[in-house]
């Protein structure tokens, strides 16, 4: 009867999820490969026809607001591979009339480093399906389904955590009945993990589900629990690692709001680079300098550093963060894998670890195929269960027969 339950309990857990699954799971396989696909679709916008150095970061800067009063630079990138265009994101200035923000319609804009040429914009996560915003809103639909606000996030969350739990139960129900184990685990539970040949078609298709459930139930975990982390990290991922190790409040949110976030930094990027550099442990000294951007509500700037090609090969996922007064360049905080505790750290692995990028392009292959595979896990669970229905639909038929 316990059995029964929990086989049931796996059974309506998946059939419950099954389409947002679908969803999760086919866009997680294309955005292993965002970057690459995004390309070949949007050539002009994300590639230059050159390998110029770039201007420095206070004149691109320039350039860009000049271009357009109605934005403001909020992160611009340090580095980028030779060829490719700087995507800098952008928020809305203020009307020096009205005293409102001015509307966009756009929060990125893609310029050549070397000119500082506008070359495109697009609004990250816009529910349009030209080819400049398929990739944004493949991405969009993958971490939020495209629902407003924290919506989303509770569904994606939820459903990671649901995820994890029938993937657990799938591969428990699996193992043979302890009454068996002494005459041979391995033994017993050795046929689960493969297809018996010459079967029917319905006990193929649950081979197929039950085996491949298995040969992927690292991933699953892996996905899962790093899903979490994506769409719960403040109400759940965090507080649960904070039981194992410490993970401090990120800078961003910890540090306090100035009275008036409308004041204007007294020095420029290129400044406050140098002067982060400065700051920097000597083992991470030879970091290449990533993004910066201006914290205004906190009258900060963030300068991020990272370990040469970091996420292009294999464990290399290091990076610091330094946080600068705007006004006479203080130090206010460090964050990055230095200076993290082990938790932190566990924290800082998730994102290399979702997208493969930890193993480099193997890993990224692997994510496209284990997105493919839970597809397929998803409709062939589906198969068994209709198929176990309409049995039970047609037995419970004959027996009504039969009393008549």
């Known amino acids: 009867m316990a059995r029964k339950f929990w086989v049931g309990l796996h059974r309506y857990?998946?059939?419950?999820?099954?389409?947002?699954?679908?969803?999760?799971?086919?866009?997680?396989?294309?955005?292993?490969?965002?970057?690459?696909?995004?390309?070949?679709?949007?050539?002009?916008?994300?590639?230059?026809?050159?390998?110029?150095?770039?201007?420095?970061?206070?004149?691109?800067?320039?350039?860009?607001?000049?271009?357009?009063?109605?934005?403001?630079?909020?992160?611009?990138?340090?580095?980028?591979p030779a060829g490719s265009t700087y995507e800098v994101r952008v928020a809305p200035s203020t009307d020096a009339a009205t005293g409102q923000s001015h509307a966009l319609g756009f929060d990125r804009v893609y310029v050549d480093p070397a000119t500082g040429q506008l070359l495109g914009r697009r609004q990250w996560g816009a529910a349009r399906l030209d080819r400049a915003h398929l990739i944004p809103f493949i991405d969009m639909l993958h971490r939020r389904l495209q629902l407003p606000g924290k919506l989303g996030l509770w569904v994606t969350g939820a459903l990671a955590l649901v995820w994890l739990a029938s993937s657990l139960l799938g591969a428990w129900l699996t193992l043979p009945r302890m009454s068996t184990w002494r005459q041979g685990f391995w033994q017993k539970w050795k046929p689960?993990?493969?297809?018996?040949?010459?079967?029917?078609?319905?006990?193929?298709?649950?081979?197929?589900?039950?085996?491949?459930?298995?040969?992927?139930?690292?991933?699953?975990?892996?996905?899962?629990?790093?899903?979490?982390?994506?769409?719960?990290?403040?109400?759940?991922?965090?507080?649960?690692?904070?039981?194992?190790?410490?993970?401090?409040?990120?800078?961003?949110?910890?540090?306090?709001?100035?009275?008036?976030?409308?004041?204007?930094?007294?020095?420029?990027?290129?400044?406050?680079?140098?002067r982060?550099?400065?700051?920097?442990?000597?083992?991470?000294?030879?970091?290449?300098?990533?993004?910066?951007?201006?914290?205004?509500?906190q009258g900060v700037y963030r300068i991020a550093f990272k370990e040469?090609?970091?996420?292009?090969?294999?464990?290399?996922?290091?990076?610091?963060?330094?946080?600068?007064?705007?006004?006479?360049?203080?130090?206010?905080?460090?964050?990055?894998?230095?200076?993290?505790?082990?938790?932190?750290?566990?924290?800082?692995?998730?994102?290399?670890?979702?997208?493969?990028?930890?193993?480099?392009?193997?890993?990224?292959?692997?994510v496209l195929l284990a997105g493919l595979v839970t597809c397929a896990l998803a409709v062939t669970g589906l198969m068994v269960w209709n198929s176990r229905w309409r049995a039970r639909a047609r037995k419970g038929s004959l027996s009504q027969r039969h009393r008549r």
């Open 276 to 297: 982060a550099r400065s700051h920097l442990a000597p083992e991470t000294r030879h970091y290449q300098p990533w993004y910066a951007n201006h914290l205004a509500r």
């Open 308 to 366: 040469p090609e970091m996420l292009e090969h294999a464990l290399s996922l290091r990076y610091e963060q330094v946080y600068l007064d705007d006004q006479h360049g203080e130090l206010l905080a460090l964050y990055g894998y230095h200076h993290a505790t082990r938790g932190e750290r566990f924290v800082i692995w998730q994102y290399p670890l979702h997208t493969g990028r930890v193993l480099g392009l193997w890993g990224r292959i692997a």
């Open 192 to 274: 689960t993990w493969g297809i018996k040949r010459g079967a029917s078609a319905i006990r193929l298709t649950f081979d197929l589900h039950r085996s491949a459930g298995l040969w992927s139930l690292p991933f699953a975990i892996v996905l899962s629990i790093s899903g979490v982390y994506f769409s719960l990290a403040d109400e759940v991922f965090k507080p649960v690692v904070n039981w194992f190790s410490t993970v401090h409040q990120h800078p961003v949110r910890s540090l306090p709001a100035i009275p008036d976030p409308g004041r204007l930094p007294a020095f420029g990027i290129d400044e406050a680079v140098s």
């Open 13 to 80: 857990l998946g059939l419950a999820m099954l389409l947002l699954l679908l969803v999760i799971a086919l866009t997680g396989s294309v955005l292993a490969f965002a970057h690459e696909i995004d390309t070949w679709l949007n050539p002009r916008l994300l590639r230059v026809g050159h390998t110029r150095p770039a201007l420095g970061a206070d004149e691109l800067v320039r350039r860009i607001e000049q271009e357009d009063p109605r934005l403001r630079v909020s992160l611009m990138p340090l580095s980028a």
